[in-house]
Nanobody, 120 residues
Framework: QVQLVESGGGLVQAGGSLRLSCAASGVAFSINTMAWYRQAPGKQRELVAGITSGGSTDYADSVKGRFIISRDNAKITVYLQMNSLKPEDTGVYYC??????????????WGQGTLVTVSS
């Protein structure tokens, strides 16, 4: 059983920065890829960034060069450093993890989300 808890969202002016954190708790055989998704008002949820257990990263084109995803495997925590924020970055950001349980069953774990609002 794995739970994900996001933190770090808030209100920021365009051009500013925020750092989101997602901490995993519980017991699992392994946690593989961790990722951040976001859902803007009136839009579908989209992948923002992902990172494998080995540190390989992928980013949505819209955030490349501005956002950085990282993880601390010992703490089982993933971070999203968001720089040069734009109003279009506004949305609820969700943490996701690919989990393999002790029983070797694959699961997707999701956090409750943290709201990021970027004002113009």
């Amino acid at each position: 059983q794995v739970q994900l808890v996001e933190s770090g969202g808030g209100l920021v002016q365009a051009g500013g920065s925020l750092r989101l954190s997602c901490a995993a708790s519980g017991v699992a055989f392994s946690i593989n890829t961790m990722a951040w998704y976001r859902q803007a008002p009136g839009k579908q949820r989209e992948l923002v960034a992902g990172i494998t257990s080995g540190g390989s990263t992928d980013y949505a084109d819209s955030v490349k060069g501005r956002f950085i995803i990282s993880r601390d495997n010992a703490k089982i925590t993933v971070y999203l450093q968001m720089n040069s924020l734009k109003p279009e970055d506004t949305g609820v950001y969700y943490c996701n993890a690919d989990v393999e349980t002790i029983a070797r069953r694959a699961l997707d774990a999701w956090g409750q989300g943290t709201l990021v609002t970027v004002s113009s």
